[in-house]
């Protein structure tokens, strides 16, 4: 069974190909995505498609988790290295999560 993150890429990657279909996805996501999966989505599940531009950046939280967290190994190790996976705007010169 493909992974949501899969399904995700893939409707993404069509999106991007398919002006027709794009248009679709953003005035009626939930029957285009009843079509494309083949079935109804949940019906508590709520699905909202917002379209990037030139200028515009979408960050997705997670859902909040109830208690902290402690870090992975692998996490701590690149924490330790330096080395911040978050640090994808400012190139390596600033990182508000390690500083």
């Known amino acids: ?3 949501n993150q899969n399904i995700i890429s893939k409707i993404q990657e069509h999106a991007a190909r398919d002006s ?5 996805l953003l005035a009626d996501p939930q029957g285009t995505l009843k079509e494309v999966l083949g079935g109804d989505l949940p019906p508590d599940m709520d699905i909202r498609i917002v379209e990037e531009t030139e200028n515009t950046a979408y960050l997705v939280l997670p859902p909040a988790e109830a208690d902290s967290v402690e870090l992975e190994d692998r996490e701590l190790a690149e924490v330790a ?4 996976p978050y640090c994808i705007f400012t190139k390596g010169t600033y990182c508000f999560f390690t500083h």
């Open 81 to 84: 290295g330096g080395h911040c």
């Open 1 to 3: 069974m493909p992974s």
């Open 20 to 24: 027709e279909f794009r248009g679709r």
